[in-house]
């Protein structure tokens, strides 16, 4: 299994979306929020790329911004492609969601949306996964205060 | 004539012996047909990738075991292997085929558990599960014996593993590897053909292959849905491109498949404990890695295995400090639940208590 390179998939994005839809080195591969659903579901239906198997979407938050890393693998192929969303706005953050593209994304932007609180537009189900309704706050945030402690 | 009835909505769980822990379902019923099901779980969130981040790299090993606590080990191997990844640390060859082991018989201990509760489940009573819980003792002794510990192993190290195999280990696997093959075999004359359990198990609570693949399943029940897809194959990992061993596939992806290819997993990974035994060579279990690991500042990896119940993943992220800044898990047993409504809709109740089962999940997993 080999991951793939950045900057060629790049720019066979680019070439797709045009400028400012993704940024890219050769190491790591920004995706413009925008077109993030769109892009999805290129790297999907690519036949060279065919990125038919979302392993992994990881939320992290960097005080000043969220990322949100999503790993996918294809299973035809053989290979591996990691890409990252950027989000500058705390207040609302929100993204569209890739559930239509790969199912598997249904818990997993449910437990970012829980945890993280950031929105994924477009979920069919966006809400709580672990905490109850109405829990104060989101956990992972890193300013996040635990009351209890 | 038409009978008229009426949808009406009954929970299963939280507290049902079928569910595994502590899982609810919200079905809507039409008669004893389900129409609509929700999944809700959370009853078990202790936080701990929150936890995580307040603890160093290395107290957050035995946070591991507490994850799907049947594979624990697995677990343990997962989480080195990101943070050695981080850390540009190679694992000596002895600890490699250690833990090799220790992850093909903690597969073995967690296919015999999820076997015996999925029978359990659907109404064999005890019977088989103890027959299970037979071997399955046979391994935590094992367990005992290299770390002394039952549960909660905590035995791998960045680096290799805390300690090197006792001296009466290798004996004591060996005389277990000489009988796995025959209880396996006595298993197969007991189920698998068995009346009873063909009729609650074959053709129902099909996963087609394309679904199961969209909705990111992995392990037996992507396996159970023939795709021929195995982390220790497809993305080898540790050592296990060493090893001679097949990936068993089901046809149709329904509940009879998954648990055929979970029986056919216990005898693979039985071949490669027996190679793994006879090339473990002399020499180092621990790398030098100091004792507090800091990796470098923006830092940040994932680490995949192949665990009994699927892909199970590790994403660390680094900041330089000695706590990690991100502790991401990637869970087996909650993805694969992702496809639980799809696979009960239009069954009855008493199938869900099979179709449930033979997804085999832990807990303590899925909420974290």
């Not at chain 2, 949808?7 to 609810?24: A, E, K, M, W």
């Not at chain 2, 080990?73 to 540009?88: P, S």
């Not at chain 2, 509940?255 to 006879?278: F, G, M, N, P, W």
Request: charged residues 25%.
């Amino acid at each position: 299994m080999k991951n793939l390179d950045f900057i060629p998939v790049s720019r066979r994005i680019i070439e797709r979306f045009g400028e400012g839809s993704v940024a890219a080195d050769d190491k790591r591969l920004m995706v413009h929020r925008e077109h993030l659903a769109d892009i999805a579901l290129f790297l999907k239906e690519d036949p060279d790329l065919s990125l038919d198997y979302l392993n992994s979407i990881t939320g992290i938050d960097h005080k000043t911004h969220f990322t949100v890393v999503y790993h996918l693998t294809s299973l035809a192929k053989k290979h591996r492609l990691t890409f990252r969303t950027d989000l500058d706005d705390r207040n609302t953050p929100s993204l569209p969601s890739v559930t239509s593209v790969w199912r598997g994304a249904d818990f997993q932007e449910r437990e970012i949306f829980d945890l993280m609180g950031i929105e994924f537009t477009g979920h069919p189900n966006l809400k709580r996964i672990f905490l109850w309704e109405g829990f104060p706050g989101y956990p992972l945030r890193k300013d996040w205060v635990n009351r209890d402690a | 004539m038409t009978l008229k009835t009426e949808q009406y909505v009954i929970n299963i769980g939280p507290q049902h012996p079928s569910t595994h822990g502590v899982f609810r379902f919200r079905l809507t019923l039409d008669g004893e047909v389900i129409t609509d099901v929700e999944p809700i779980f959370g009853y078990l969130h202790r936080g701990m990738e929150k936890i995580a981040e307040g603890r160093n790299y290395t107290k957050n090993i035995p946070l591991t075991d507490r994850l799907d606590y049947l594979s624990s080990m697995i677990n343990n191997h997962a989480y080195c292997m990101a943070v050695e990844n981080l850390m540009g640390v190679k694992v000596p060859e002895r600890a490699e085929y250690i833990r090799v082991i220790m992850s093909e018989l903690q597969r073995i201990a967690s296919h015999l558990a999820g076997i015996g509760f999925f029978l359990n489940d659907i109404g064999a009573f005890m019977t088989p599960l103890l027959y299970m819980f037979r071997e399955r003792e046979k391994i935590v002794e094992l367990f005992d014996m290299v770390c002394g510990q039952r549960l909660n192993y905590n035995y791998m190290r960045f680096g290799g593993v805390s300690m090197d195999l006792p001296r009466d280990f290798l004996p004591a696997l060996n005389k277990l590897l000489g009988q796995l093959p025959g209880y396996v075999d006595e298993y197969d004359k007991l189920i698998s053909t068995n009346e009873i359990a063909l009729v609650r198990a074959k053709g129902v609570g099909i996963l087609p292959r394309e679904l199961a693949i969209n909705a990111s399943a992995a392990g037996p029940v992507l396996r159970g849905s023939g795709v021929r897809w195995d982390l220790r194959k497809d993305q080898p990992y540790s050592i296990y491109e060493r090893f001679e061993f097949d990936i068993p596939t089901g046809e149709t992806g329904d509940t009879y498949d998954r648990y055929i290819v979970r029986l056919e997993e216990i005898r693979q990974s039985v071949r490669i404990l027996k190679q793994a035994v006879s090339q473990l060579p002399e020499g180092e279990t621990l790398a030098k890695v100091s004792k507090l690991v800091r990796p470098p500042a923006g830092s940040e990896t994932y680490a995949a295995v192949e665990g009994p119940k699927g892909e199970l993943g590790f994403f660390v992220a680094s900041d330089g400090t000695e706590n990690p800044y991100r502790w991401h898990v990637r869970a087996p047993s909650l993805i694969n639940l992702t496809v639980i409504r799809e696979m009960l809709l239009g069954w009855k109740v008493a199938d869900l208590m099979a179709i449930f089962g033979s997804i085999d999940i832990v807990m303590g997993e899925v909420d974290r």
